[in-house]
C-alpha cells in the first residue's frame, strides 16, 4: 500500500522568510510526485512534479521541490515567502493510483 | 479557457433525496475522477472514469454512482444521501486514460454539499 504523510497541519511563515511544507511517501517502485495548491473556494491547482532527473523541480509561482530518495522526502520549498503564497497545500503520490495527503496551511504573516 | 465546471456549487438537502452533482471538462480529457475533501482526512477518490461508459471505483464508493456516456460529462449521483456524505466534492480530468498517468490533474471548483 501506498501513503503520504504531511507532518504538519499548519505552517506559519514571515513575509520575506523562506519557507518549506514537508512531505514523506511510502510507495513500492520509483514514485512519481505531486504539489498542488488549495485557494480559498477554489479547486486544487497542479504546481509541480518529480517524475524522474534532477532532484530539484521548479514549478509555478516560484516553488520548488526537493526528491530525496533515501529519505522518501518530497519537500516545497520558496525563497521568499508572499503573502499571496497563503493557501492549502497538498502533496501526492502516484503509483498505481493518485494518493492525497491531508494537506498543509501554509499562512505567511506579513 | 481549459476548465472543469461543477454544478450546483453549494447544496443543502435532506436525508433521502436523490441529487446529482454535474461534472463537465472542456479539455477533451479522457480521464475523469470525484474526490470527497474532509478536513483531516485530505482527498479521497470516490470514482473515476478512463474513457467513456468505462468507470471504476475508487476508495470510498459507498453510497455513490456515477456514469460516463459523454467524454465531456461524469455526473456523481447519491441515490439516497445520508449525513455522512456531508462533504467538499471535486471533480477532475486529465489527458491520459490511466490511474497511473503522471499528466496533472485539472480540477473544478468544488461543490459543497449539505446534508441533513
Known amino acids: 500500500a501506498q501513503s503520504v504523510a504531511q507532518p504538519e497541519d499548519q505552517v506559519n511563515v514571515a513575509e520575506g522568510n523562506p519557507l518549506t511544507v514537508k512531505c514523506t511517501y511510502s510507495?513500492?517502485?520509483?514514485?512519481?510526485l505531486f504539489w498542488y495548491v488549495q485557494y480559498p473556494n477554489r479547486g486544487l491547482q497542479f504546481l509541480l512534479k518529480y517524475i524522474t532527473g534532477d532532484n530539484l523541480v521548479k514549478g509555478s509561482y516560484g516553488f520548488e521541490a526537493e526528491f530525496n530518495k533515501s529519505q522518501t522526502s518530497f519537500h516545497l520549498k520558496k525563497p521568499s515567502a508572499l503573502v499571496s503564497d497563503s493557501a492549502l497545500y497538498f502533496c501526492?503520490?502516484?503509483?498505481?493510483?493518485?494518493?492525497f495527503g491531508t494537506g498543509t496551511r501554509l499562512t505567511i504573516i506579513p | 479557457e481549459a476548465q472543469v465546471t461543477q454544478n450546483p456549487r453549494y447544496l443543502i438537502t435532506v436525508t433521502g433525496k436523490k441529487l446529482t452533482v454535474t461534472c463537465s471538462q472542456n479539455m477533451n480529457h479522457e480521464y475523469m475522477s470525484w474526490y470527497r475533501q474532509d478536513p483531516g482526512l485530505g482527498l479521497r477518490q470516490i470514482y473515476y472514469?478512463?474513457?467513456?461508459?468505462?468507470?471504476d471505483k475508487g476508495d470510498v464508493p459507498e453510497g455513490y454512482k456515477v456514469s460516463r456516456k459523454e467524454k465531456r460529462n461524469f455526473p456523481l449521483i447519491l441515490e439516497s444521501p445520508s449525513p455522512n456524505q456531508t462533504s467538499l466534492y471535486f471533480c477532475a480530468s486529465s489527458l491520459s486514460r490511466g490511474q497511473g498517468s503522471n499528466q496533472p490533474q485539472h480540477f473544478g471548483d468544488g461543490t459543497r454539499l449539505s446534508i441533513l
Open positions: 472514469s478512463m474513457n467513456v461508459e468505462v468507470t
Open positions: 510507495v513500492s517502485g520509483n514514485p512519481y
Open positions: 501526492a503520490v502516484l503509483n498505481e493510483k493518485l494518493t
